[in-house]
């Protein structure tokens, strides 16, 4: 391809983009918020790369393969038409492998998808890669760290001295908080070294105009507060809330001992000495961990359930969860051990029970969506608080969210992939616990305090057949207010 096609191309793209793709950085991050054209300015940059350069090749991730090809072609097909870029002449797309091959160079560009299993991190083993983009980092449900460090990095190194080895990490706020390492990377100082790019969707010239329609729109249905709408906030202003209908939990900072806005003290040793305790597991191997949640309430003093302590582990045996389980009890002496029963896990907790006399109770799980708005209603009316030292229970909690297809369709099925052993664990234990039980004592009073309530009962009496007489006074009746009397 001639050099004044290429710079042509290059031109297509406004300052921001510019910025991006002139960057001579190995590790690039894309913060963009809806409608900002991230996914062009990747389009552009791999384009220019497969026209001017031979035998590279090239991926861009999506969630799936489906959801990369719905982003990146409409992407890239207007420019190759613009600049006369013929498919069958200068290119052809393989809709089976959806991979673009580019015969001038003979340079590829392949489109896959990461999220749908763990396994897909290992597809760009073995395979030299000029360039990789990941995009919707913040849905990504992998652990992207590790699929670069693992996969993604040697698959790049060849061309690190050649112009290439780039990887780039494109996406927006989401829902995915806490632990996960796109928000992390996002909110550090220094982006863990990545060179940051961002820009405001306004920011796109060629969206001005359909942008202030678009405004105008959700002006008429939503009125002046739509800016401040969840959605509003996360897609187009790129911040990082929650639509609290979107997660599966409502836990939030009053329900974790030790923040800011939570005003319940941490229990006290009275408290824990005399508490009830109940262990909540939710058996797994590899890849689901085995995980174990401990809670504990105490009917002398409040109708609070505490979360107090998390482990989980893969590729735990029999005898190791049989030693773990007796290690915990020994140390609270469970009221009660309930446990997730179901299909392969029902056979071990029968011979936890048989071998190692362990009393474990089969967790009930029919009516799995009742027992979690029974505990939203319990996070929500501040019965429930998590000692913070149950890191990965709270990071599980903060990230969990419904389906969004699934969601549109009044469903509600948790997103697939995404951990939710230890909420599992807590689930079970929730359900065997009877903080709800518990009554406020009676207050004793002595004898003049008793004759004044006696006395403010006595005038509450009189004044209300007072005012059903004034209420009824165009229609007096004697005999009726006699037999009231």
Request: glycine share 4%.
């Amino acid at each position: 391809m001639d050099r004044q096609t290429l710079t042509a191309i290059k031109n297509k793209a406004f300052d921001k983009q510019l910025e991006f793709i002139n960057s001579t950085s190995k590790r690039r991050i894309l913060f963009v918020p809806r409608r900002g054209a991230k996914t062009t300015a990747i389009a552009i940059l791999f384009l220019l790369y497969v026209l001017a350069l031979k035998n590279i090749r090239l991926i861009f991730f999506a969630l799936s393969g489906e959801n990369a090809e719905y982003a990146f072609i409409p992407a890239i097909k207007p420019i190759l038409e613009e600049y006369d870029i013929i498919e069958g002449r200068d290119f052809t797309y393989n809709k089976t492998e959806r991979l673009f091959e580019f015969l001038e160079t003979n340079s590829t560009i392949c489109l896959k998808g990461m999220d749908s299993s763990y396994k897909d991190m290992d597809k760009v083993l073995g395979g030299r890669c000029f360039a990789i983009a990941i995009d919707e980092c913040q849905n990504q449900t992998q652990d992207i760290d590790k699929a670069i460090n693992k996969n993604i990095q040697p698959a790049v190194s060849d061309y690190i001295k050649h112009g290439g080895g780039i990887i780039i990490l494109a996406g927006t706020a989401g829902d995915f908080m806490g632990d996960n390492f796109w928000y992390k990377l996002i909110t550090s100082p220094n982006h863990g070294g990545w060179e940051f790019f961002s820009w405001e969707g306004k920011d796109n010239p060629y969206m001005k105009e359909a942008k202030e329609e678009e405004e105008k729109i959700w002006l008429e249905m939503y009125g002046e507060s739509y800016t401040s709408l969840a959605w509003y906030r996360q897609q187009y202003l790129n911040e990082w809330v929650c639509d609290g209908d979107r997660k599966v939990y409502h836990l939030s900072n009053f329900n974790i001992l030790g923040q800011q806005n939570c005003k319940e003290p941490f229990p006290s040793k009275e408290f824990l000495f005399t508490a009830k305790y109940i262990l909540g597991m939710d058996f797994g191997f590899y890849p689901d961990p085995m995980a174990f949640v401990i809670g504990c309430y105490n009917l002398k003093y409040s109708n609070k359930l505490f979360i107090i302590d998390e482990f989980q582990a893969n590729n735990m045996l029999i005898g190791e969860v049989a030693s773990k389980i007796k290690e915990l009890d020994m140390q609270y002496k469970f009221f009660v051990k309930v446990a997730d029963a179901g299909a392969q896990a029902k056979a071990q907790v029968a011979d936890l029970n048989d071998t190692y006399n362990l009393y474990i109770i089969p967790a009930d799980k029919a009516g799995k969506l009742s027992h979690q708005n029974m505990i939203n209603s319990d996070f929500l009316s501040q019965q429930i608080f998590i000692h913070p030292n149950c890191v990965q229970l709270i990071n599980q909690a903060q990230n969990l969210i419904w389906d969004p297809i699934q969601l549109a369709q009044s469903k509600r099925v948790e997103k697939q992939s995404m951990p939710n052993d230890l909420l599992d664990s807590m689930l079970y234990l929730h359900h065997y616990s009877r903080h709800a039980w518990y009554k406020s004592p009676v207050i004793k009073m002595n004898s003049q305090q008793d004759e004044f309530i006696q006395k403010i009962i006595e005038n509450d009496i009189k004044e209300s057949k007072f005012s059903f007489i004034n209420r009824n006074k165009n229609r007096f009746n004697p005999y009726k207010i006699n037999k009231i009397i």
